[in-house]
Every structure is written in structure tokens, then in C-alpha cells.
């Protein structure tokens, strides 16, 4: 059974950091393209940024270029999303994913689905 677990959310005011975390168990996580997504109250679900299995390739949303990095480390499973000079609109439940192949910022093409993490960032 594929488990996608994030943790690393929380309250913080505007300017700060988080660190997001997501720990995979049930799968050969190198193999798989890691990506992390948010979904703010009333509005869909936003690509954030992803990773390709090598860690070589990473994308991301222009709002997040140069605030927001994506790694990973394969031998523990896991993926980060480090979080830097936060905003009030940043505001979310963050959620991992892991793809079959690199999907980039086409959510249908994720496989599994961790169940997500709020991000709240006062102003």
C-alpha cells in the first residue's frame, strides 16, 4: 500500500519559512517524480512545484520561483519543500504526489496522493 505522509505545516507570519516534508512508503521512491500542489479555501487545486526522480529537473509556479525550493533525498524516502519569505496568499493545504513519469504541473498524471498539510501565514 502506497503512503504519501507530509508534515511540516503550521502558523507563521508573513516573511517566514517552513520546511514541508514527505516521507513515501509502498514504492520505489526514486523512481517516481515527486511533486507538491496547494489548495487554497474556494479555489482549485495549484501546482507549487515538482521533481524528477534524479532530482536533477525541478519547476516551479512563477509565484514561487526564487522563495520556494523542492529536493528530495532518495535514500530517505522523502521530498522537501523549503518555504521561504512567506505570504498571506501562500495560505493552503499543501499536498504531495508522486508520478510514474515526470508530470510537471499536470495533476492527472499523479499517481498517489499524500492527504496534505495547512500552511497558514498571517500578515
Known amino acids: 500500500q502506497v503512503q504519501l505522509a507530509e508534515s511540516g505545516g503550521g502558523l507563521v507570519q508573513a516573511g517566514g519559512s517552513l520546511r514541508l516534508s514527505c516521507t513515501a512508503s509502498?514504492?520505489?521512491?526514486?523512481?517516481?517524480?515527486m511533486g507538491w500542489f496547494r489548495q487554497a479555501p474556494g479555489k482549485a487545486r495549484e501546482f507549487v512545484a515538482d521533481?524528477?526522480?534524479?532530482?536533477?529537473?525541478?519547476s516551479y509556479l512563477d509565484s514561487a520561483k526564487g522563495r520556494f525550493t523542492i529536493s528530495r533525498d532518495n535514500a530517505k524516502n522523502t521530498v522537501f519543500l523549503q518555504m521561504d519569505s512567506l505570504k498571506p496568499e501562500d495560505t493552503a493545504v499543501y499536498y504531495c504526489?508522486?508520478?510514474?513519469?515526470?508530470?510537471?504541473?499536470?495533476?492527472?498524471?499523479?499517481?498517489?496522493w499524500g492527504q496534505g498539510t495547512q500552511v497558514t501565514v498571517s500578515s
Open positions: 509502498g514504492l520505489t521512491f526514486s523512481r517516481y517524480a
Open positions: 504526489a508522486a508520478a510514474s513519469v515526470y508530470s510537471g504541473s499536470d495533476s492527472s498524471r499523479y499517481n498517489y
Open positions: 521533481i524528477s526522480w534524479s532530482g536533477v529537473t525541478t
